[in-house]
Each structure stands twice: as structure tokens, then as C-alpha cells.
């Protein structure tokens, strides 16, 4: 068995347990070449985990073309969830349009009304969810493991890929005929919302392009850290 072979039956297994110890289970993919490879296993392993994306409002073109490709493509429904419309305009009323690149405060305000408050409505009645996290993406992401009770949630989380190698996701993207983010061709490895994400250039970490102008230590959105690392917004009453 090959060194990929075997990532894939590790990762199926993770999957099988996640169904079998803790159903109802949820898939968060974000559309990222992780995510993807995560979505085609799914698709053929295990149908009983369902599936869901985040729709910020500022996604790139391409991230809402490989949606539909997604749809498209495969029999597990992708179900989308968008921020509350209020909190939305909330934001915008105080601090503008593009205000998350004043401060990290701000910034991680913004996460948190565009993709916090959306992943608890997409994460309530669940027993556990799956990302597509790897230890090799972030300094932020290194303690991670692969099962673990994520108590900001109430409920396990599950990270498959988490030993993947980069090179690995691509070869079995390439191999499986998996559909991926147009970016990524673009020098885009790690893609977020279109204002916070840009190309990066060779040498440079495959996060790098996210929240370029913050300190490393501080590039999470809220999604997947403790509640101390993002801030809630609430609208001035």
C-alpha cells in the first residue's frame, strides 16, 4: 500500500468513527483544496455525514463557481448558510465596508458576524463536525488533533487530513479528478473572503495570504480557536 493509500484508509476510518460514535455529523467545507479532497471521500465512503459551506457575502467568483460544481458534481447536498442580514449592516453602519483592516479587533468582529454566528445555526443538533484543517498550514494550527471535544461547541470535532502533506492533497486531487478552486492555479493556496486573501509568491507560507497584514499568530478567524482569539460584535443599541 502506498504512503497516499494508506492516508486515505487512515482518513475513511476517521470518518466511519465519527458516523458511528457520534451521529448526527457534519462536514464544514470551506471549498479549499483540503476540503475538496474531503468532499470527493465523503461522497464515496460515507454518505451518512452531511455537508454545509459558509457564504460570507464576500467570497471570491471562483469560490461560488466550484460551489455549483460541487452541487453539481456530487450526490451529498451542499447546504449554504449566509450571515444575519442585521448584524451584516450592523458592522457596516460602525465601522464601513472594508473597516477590518483598521485593527484585528475589527477584522476578527467581521469573522465573527460573517462566519461564527452562521457555523453555530449550521452546527446546532450536531454530535460532531469535520474540517479539513492540517498541522502544516498555520503555526496556529500545530497543536491540533485528530479527535478532540470541542467544548466552544458542545460537541466532538474531527480533523482527518491533519498529517497530510500538502503534496499529497494535490496528488489525490490530481489522481480522483477532483474539482478545485480556480485560484489555487493563480498562486492562491489558502483562500478566504476576496478582501482578505491575495497571491503569494514563491517561498512565502501557504497561509500567507490570508490577513496579510496581521501577525501570524493572530491569522484565525474564530472558526476553529478558542473563544479568547475572536472577538464578538455587538451593534451599539
Known amino acids: 500500500m502506498s504512503g497516499l493509500q494508506q492516508k486515505i484508509a487512515q482518513t475513511v476510518a476517521v470518518l466511519e468513527q465519527a458516523v458511528r460514535e457520534f451521529s448526527p455529523v457534519t462536514f464544514a467545507n470551506s471549498l479549499g483544496a483540503e476540503d475538496m479532497v474531503l468532499t470527493d471521500l465523503i461522497a464515496k465512503y460515507r454518505s451518512g455525514i452531511d455537508m454545509f459551506s459558509l457564504d460570507t457575502g464576500r467570497l471570491p467568483q471562483e469560490t461560488y463557481d466550484l460551489m ?34 483598521v485593527s484585528v479587533e475589527n477584522r476578527k468582529a467581521c ?17 460532531a463536525w469535520i474540517t479539513g ?67 503569494i509568491t514563491p517561498g512565502e507560507d501557504i497561509r500567507a495570504g490570508r490577513w496579510w497584514w496581521e501577525d501570524p499568530q493572530n491569522k484565525e478567524c474564530g472558526l476553529h ?10 451593534a451599539a443599541k
Not at 451542499?78 to 458592522?91: F, G, I, N, R
Not at 480557536?225 to 455587538?234: N, R, Y
Request: charged letters at 25%; glycine letters at 6%.
Open 225 to 234: 480557536v478558542g473563544k479568547s482569539s475572536a472577538l464578538k460584535f455587538t
Open 133 to 199: 484543517m492540517r498541522r502544516e498550514q498555520a503555526v496556529t494550527r500545530g497543536s491540533l488533533e485528530v479527535s478532540s471535544f470541542d467544548a466552544d461547541h458542545g460537541l466532538q470535532k474531527f480533523n482527518p487530513l491533519l498529517d497530510w502533506s500538502n503534496a499529497e492533497v494535490w496528488e489525490y486531487i490530481k489522481a480522483n479528478d477532483v474539482p478545485y478552486n480556480a485560484l489555487h492555479d493563480q498562486f492562491y493556496p489558502s483562500i478566504g473572503c476576496a478582501p482578505c486573501t491575495r497571491a
Open 68 to 101: 455549483q460544481k460541487v452541487r453539481d458534481k456530487y450526490s451529498v447536498p451542499l447546504h449554504v448558510y449566509c450571515p444575519d442580514a442585521s448584524q451584516v449592516e450592523a458592522y457596516v453602519a460602525i465601522h464601513g465596508v472594508n473597516g477590518f483592516y
Open 111 to 127: 469573522c465573527h458576524v460573517r462566519k461564527v454566528e452562521p457555523l453555530k445555526r449550521a452546527l446546532a443538533g450536531k454530535k
